[in-house]
């Protein structure tokens, strides 16, 4: 009999007890507002930011409505305006073009390697007349960052970085997030820290966050914050700085600080399933791993491999196969975008020139997520059938 996996690829662990206990008694008092607070009172919100700050390290850390806005908080927050031009990767999720045109700029693609990152000499060979790079570290891949920001800042081309799948991790030491100008988090419930909705942000520039706090909807409340930089500051930007409402509500933030708390040993645990499923899959007739740099410190979240060079109606039969027994896999080569994956050509709002090398890798990406309720045995036999029916299909193709 061929076995079957029976678990649910979306199914994330439920919110941790003492992040229960908060939002019942957030509700209790029903101060939701981030600027509602008792006397002597300090909000969940600007707690959480303050405990972010410390955990990246970042002098500055603001909490909002979602990671979408947080990209487009930053860019306004650094000074991109109609017409800039904005390089970002190719391979990407549509949050990310989304939030460059939804500041009126132009989104420029950089090509993809086969190891998932951004190609740093495609990179190099775009940066003239760049305003900002936004560099997703798309599943969790981190490019050389060294390198990246030496180009960066040589061309003269801020760096935001957009985190939502590298929360928790570091290249050579240092966390994601903490390189460029600004680094963007998402707290959406498929990310590392779950509050349905929501997002962070965090810079050691005192005018970038400063800005950030008033376009994030402070009204005048800007002494509230804890990880926010003196009023003095504000006093330079606040008659310059239009509100886009996109705050953090304490609900939220009562929900995540416990979940920051563990988010190490959450790490781990994603790690360890990870490696069991990569163990599984190494070898397989057809398939590539994608291999990591030693100085990339990542979060396991989710497991990519290609299918390089495969006809696509074989990769279309092998994720076929696969879902038959139990196994949802995401193909990022299909023609029209599906759920969470689209391409660099399905946002036709952004002009883009064909990119046949990033096609390649592109049509060859199988995507899987790998939820904490995953156990390590689940994990074994999910890389069970995905070998058996990839080595299938190659063997017939
Ligand atoms: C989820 C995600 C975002 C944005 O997050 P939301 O909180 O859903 O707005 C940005 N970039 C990438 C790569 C993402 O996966």
Not at 21 to 29: C, G, M, P, T, Y
Not at 316 to 326: K, M, N, Y
Request: proline letters at 4%; one cysteine or more.
């Amino acid at each position: 009999m061929t076995e079957r996996f029976t678990g649910n690829f979306t199914q994330q662990e439920p919110i941790p007890d003492a992040g229960i206990e908060a939002a019942l008694s957030v509700l209790r008092h029903g101060r939701l507002h981030r600027y509602n607070v008792a006397a002597g009172e300090l909000s969940e919100t600007a707690l959480l930011e303050q405990e972010f700050a410390a955990a990246t390290g970042a002098r500055f850390a603001l909490a909002v409505a979602s990671g979408g806005y947080a990209l487009g908080c930053a860019l306004r927050a650094v000074g991109v305006g109609p017409g800039d031009r904005v390089l970002t990767n190719a391979f990407t999720l549509a949050p990310v073009p989304g939030a460059i045109a939804s500041v009126g700029a132009v989104p420029v693609f950089v090509e993809v390697t086969e190891s998932l990152v951004i190609d740093l000499d495609d990179l190099a060979a775009k940066l003239d007349g760049a305003k900002a790079l936004m560099l997703s570290h798309m599943r969790g891949h981190l490019c050389d960052m060294d390198r990246l920001m030496a180009l960066c800042d040589a061309g003269g081309v801020v760096v935001i970085e957009d985190c939502a799948h590298t929360m928790g991790a570091a290249w050579d030491g240092v966390p994601s997030g903490r390189h460029g100008a600004v680094g963007c988090y998402s707290t959406q419930t498929y990310k590392h820290m779950n509050s349905g909705e929501g997002g962070l942000l965090v810079t050691d520039d005192e005018e970038i966050a400063a800005r950030a706090v008033i376009l994030s909807g402070s009204y005048m409340l800007y002494e509230r914050h804890l990880a926010a930089p003196g009023p003095e500051v504000f006093e330079r930007v606040k008659y310059h700085t239009p509100n886009v409402s996109g705050r953090m509500d304490n609900l939220r933030a009562a929900i995540l600080r416990p979940q920051l708390a563990l988010l190490d040993d959450q790490v781990r645990r994603w790690n360890e399933r990870y490696r069991v499923v990569e163990d599984g899959l190494r070898d397989t007739p057809g398939l590539t791993v994608v291999e990591r740099h030693e100085k990339e410190t990542y979060v396991g979240s989710s497991l990519q491999f290609l299918l390089l060079d495969w006809a696509p109606d074989l990769v279309q039969e092998a994720l076929a196969r696969c879902a038959d027994r139990g196994v949802e896999l995401k193909w990022f080569g299909g023609a029209e975008p599906v759920a969470f994956t689209s391409r660099y050509d399905s946002w036709r709002y952004a002009e883009s020139v064909p990119m046949p090398a990033s096609d390649r890798i592109l049509a060859g990406i199988v995507d899987m997520r790998l939820p904490l309720t995953f156990s390590l045995e689940d994990c074994a036999q999910i890389a069970r059938i995905v070998r058996a029916e990839v080595s299938a299909v190659w063997q017939q193709g």
